[in-house]
């Protein structure tokens, strides 16, 4: 059996969109995700990067199936049967989704578009997680019924005292006080309401789970407990995560292996210490120069990302990162660079990425 659990081929989600010019209106394919290939490999953590608007929700619900795919494949490994997911329908479709789990958090523009997922999605059976810890949580709902919908709507358990004693269990593994199962919500701090969504998406033992800037609303100190939690539950039940974040430590902490997205393409995918100190992409680097240095001697000539990332209706041609990247030459205009694996495990798309190095040590040796 392989040890691959998701492979994403050519994935691309186009949406609709009205645009105004003057007195024109015309409606427009704005591609949020633009032949994507990636895998995802049974327990282990993908990490995925990249600018507001880059298109990293919309990959994490496509592979989902929480919005439907315009275009590829997502080939879902069971240990049986392959599925792809982008293309199933009924039966297979319910029964690959209690295989999956989804932990969201924020935005006022995503909420919106994700109820409607959600409403459909539970006609579906699928459960659906939220992970804004202080609006997902239904707040007419006993933390005990939260963390059960997932095995009552997708119709996994029937008998109320084996979903109870799988609720405690899942619930104390998740450190909750068990006396707590009875009340609302809103008595819990947001530490302890990501530890109920977590117990949540979570109980069905899902082989895969979106953890959508799933730490982000948190303190610093809880970011860590809920990321060790989250550590912790993978080495134990084997499942696997896409957490997409924008703090590029947290990623660092989480991640086997991690993505960098740019204007709805992947730029860079690499085992995450080749990653943080072999970049091969100037975007990459350019994330990687924000964050700042534990070693502030430590010689890495850093760039400044200037300007703001381009709308996808109006992508530049070529290389989409060519109007900010400050290595850009003609063929970047001209040609868009092939997703190419240049070392074992190591994905980039630039013509040029042999020709730079951006390695930290090597920066340093140099000195
Ligand atoms: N339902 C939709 N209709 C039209 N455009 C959309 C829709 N959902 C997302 N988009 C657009 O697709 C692009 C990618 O959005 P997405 O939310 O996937 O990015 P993101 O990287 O997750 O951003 P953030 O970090 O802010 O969540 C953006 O330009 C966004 O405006």
Redesign the pocket.
């Known amino acids: 059996m392989t040890d691959t659990l998701i492979e994403v081929r050519n994935l691309s989600v186009r949406?609709?969109?009205t645009t105004r010019k003057l007195f024109r209106t015309e409606v427009r394919e704005?591609a949020?995700?633009d032949d994507v290939s990636f895998d995802i490999k049974r327990g282990e953590t993908v990490g995925l990067v990249?600018?507001?608007?880059?298109?990293?929700?919309?990959?994490?619900?496509a592979i989902l199936r929480a919005?439907d795919p315009s275009d590829g494949e997502v080939i879902f490994h069971t240990h049986t049967r392959d599925v792809d997911v982008a293309h199933a329908e009924g039966e297979d479709l319910r029964r690959f989704r209690t295989h999956m789990n989804m932990i969201f958090a924020?935005?006022p523009?995503?909420l919106s578009?994700m109820a409607q997922d959600r409403l459909r999605l539970f006609r579906s059976r699928m459960s659906l997680v939220f992970q804004d810890p202080y609006s997902s949580l239904n707040p007419r709902m006993t933390v005990r019924d939260i963390i059960a919908e997932p095995l009552v709507a997708s119709g996994m358990m029937k008998n109320r005292a084996e979903i109870d004693a799988r609720v405690r269990e899942i619930a104390a593994r998740c450190k909750l006080n068990l006396e707590h199962l009875r009340r609302f919500p809103h008595a819990f701090s947001g530490g302890q309401r990501q530890r109920i969504c977590i117990a949540r998406a979570l109980v069905s033992r899902p082989d895969f789970v979106v953890c959508?800037?799933s730490v982000s609303a948190l303190d610093v100190s809880i970011q860590a407990e809920i990321v060790n939690l989250l550590k912790d539950l993978q080495d134990e039940m084997g499942v696997a995560f896409l957490f997409?974040a924008?703090d590029l430590s947290v990623v660092a902490q989480m991640s086997h292996r991690v993505a960098v997205?740019y204007v709805?393409k992947f730029v860079e995918y690499a085992p995450t210490d080749r990653l943080f100190f072999t970049p091969r992409h100037p975007y990459t680097h350019a994330l990687l120069s924000a964050i700042p240095q534990a070693d502030p001697d430590a010689a890495f000539d850093p760039i400044k990302l200037e300007g703001e990332i381009p709308?996808?209706l109006d992508a530049p041609s070529g290389c989409r990162f060519r109007t900010r990247c400050p290595h850009a030459r003609p063929e970047c205009a001209a040609r868009e660079p092939d997703w190419r694996e240049i070392a074992p495990d190591h994905y980039v798309a630039c013509h040029f990425a042999e020709a730079f190095d951006f390695t930290r040590a090597q920066a340093k040796a140099a000195e």
Do not use: C, W, Y
């Not at 990249?50 to 619900?61: D, F, I, L, N, Q």
């Open positions: 949406f609709p969109v704005l949020a995700v990249g600018e507001s608007g880059s298109g990293k929700t919309t990959v994490g619900r919005i924020e935005g523009v995503q578009s959508d800037e997409i924008h997205m709805g709308n996808p």
